[in-house]
Each structure stands twice: as C-alpha cells, then as structure tokens.
T-cell receptor, first 112, second 112 residues
Framework: SQTIHQWPATLVQPVGSPLSLECTVE??????LYWYRQAAGRGLQLLFY??????ISSEVPQNLSASRPQDRQFILSSKKLLLSDSGFYLC???????????FGQGTRLTVV | SQQGEEDPQALSIQEGENATMNCSYK?????LQWYRQNSGRGLVHLIL?????REKHSGRLRVTLDTSKKSSSLLITASRAADTASYFC????????????FGTGTQLKVEL
C-alpha cells in the first residue's frame, strides 16, 4: 500500500536560519507531488507542484524553494527563514493529475 | 489551476442535525473532490464526483454536483461530534488545469 512520510512534525527555527523539510512516498511510482502551506485558521496555499524528477512548478513568489532529487522524494527548502514563513506545511501526492490526493501529517514550523 | 470557494466559512450545529456546505468554482472541471481536515492534521479524502455525475453517496455523506451552476454541495447526515473539522473542496482538471488547489474551507463544529 502507498504511504507518505513527512518530517519533522514540529520545528522551531530562528529568523535567518536555513530550512529543509522532507517528504517521501512509498508504494507508488511517478507520483504528482505537492507542497502546501496553511496559516493558522486559513486555507491551503499551493506552494510547489511536481509532475516528475527535476520538474518543479512554483505557484507563488516567496522565500522558499523545492527540489525533487528522486522520484518519490520532495524537499522544501529555504536559505534564510523569515517570520512570515511560519505556518503548517503539508506534503501530498496523487497518482495522476486531478485524482485523489494523499496527505502527510504536516510540519508545524515556527520561526522566532 | 482553480480553487473552489466553500460556503459558509463556519457552521455550528447540534449533534444529530444535518450539515450542508457548498462549493463554487469558475471553470469547467473533470471532477470535484471533498476533503476533511481535523485540527493540526493533514487532509483526508472523502469523496470524488466526476463531471458526468450528479450525485454520489458514501456512508453519511452525500455530494451533489451541478456543472451548469458550477457548484457542489456536501451533506453530512446525522452529524456527530467527531465530524467537527474543516471541509475543503477541490475542483479538478478541465479548464482549471490539474493542480490540486483548495479554498479556505468550511469549519464545522458539531456540539453535543
């Protein structure tokens, strides 16, 4: 069966520090991968979308970047965190575009 | 891509009552999905309705789709306290593209 792993669950980082959040998928190949951010009490903002290795679509200009070094690995990064980067980050995958998506448990990032 | 807009933003009902939430979108779709999010957790897929379907059931859930009005509704019958969560719709495919995007959701609170 397919599973998605996202870590860490919580993270407190100082302003200006780097960030690396990792998401891996098991049990499927060539998934569509997504990174979302959710501010407290708000909806999900799509940050990055990937249909294959090295293919990253950035949805909003920001202080973050994403990479897909392997088929089932999706990494969210920042060189220098801002206070405004705080939020709840969710990784997800779907088998085909527009089909059902499966979400990780999320990472609560607090930038202090 | 396009995102759905859920309405109402918040809904408070008593246990045993029915809860109805609505979703509107702007361009043609291939399908529309509904997801649920418990506080601080990832989203969980509830149901997918295709553009050629008008109604779909899953347990206590009933989803309708009116492509002429570009709208969908999610009905939860005989609600329980455990149904307390945020609910999101995601229009998929068609003129909006295949990226999965979400609105701000409907926050449902079911009180005992």
């Amino acid at each position: 069966s397919q599973t998605i792993h996202q870590w860490p669950a919580t993270l407190v980082q100082p302003v200006g520090s780097p960030l690396s959040l990792e998401c891996t998928v098991e049990g499927t190949s060539n998934p569509n991968l997504y990174w979302y951010r959710q501010a407290a009490g708000r909806g999900l903002q799509l940050l990055f979308y990937s249909v294959g290795i090295g293919q990253i679509s950035s949805e909003v200009p920001q202080n973050l970047s994403a990479s897909r070094p392997q088929d089932r690995q999706f990494i969210l990064s920042s060189k220098k965190l801002l206070l405004s980067d705080s939020g709840f980050y969710l990784c997800a995958w779907s088998g085909t575009a527009g089909s059902r998506a499966f979400f990780g448990q999320g990472t609560r990032l607090t930038v202090v | 891509s396009q995102q759905g807009e859920e309405d109402p933003q918040a809904l408070s009902i008593q246990e045993g009552e029915n809860a109805t939430m609505n979703c509107s979108y702007k361009t043609s779709i291939n399908n529309l999905q509904w997801y649920r999010q418990n506080s601080g957790r990832g989203l969980v897929h509830l149901i997918l309705i295709r553009s050629n379907e008008r109604e779909k059931h899953s347990g206590r859930l009933r989803v309708t789709l009116d492509t002429s009005k570009k709208s969908s509704s999610l009905l939860i019958t005989a609600s329980r306290a455990a149904d307390t969560a945020s609910y999101f719709c995601a229009p998929g495919g068609g003129g909006g593209g295949n990226k999965l995007t979400f609105g701000t959701g409907t926050q449902l609170k079911v009180e005992l």
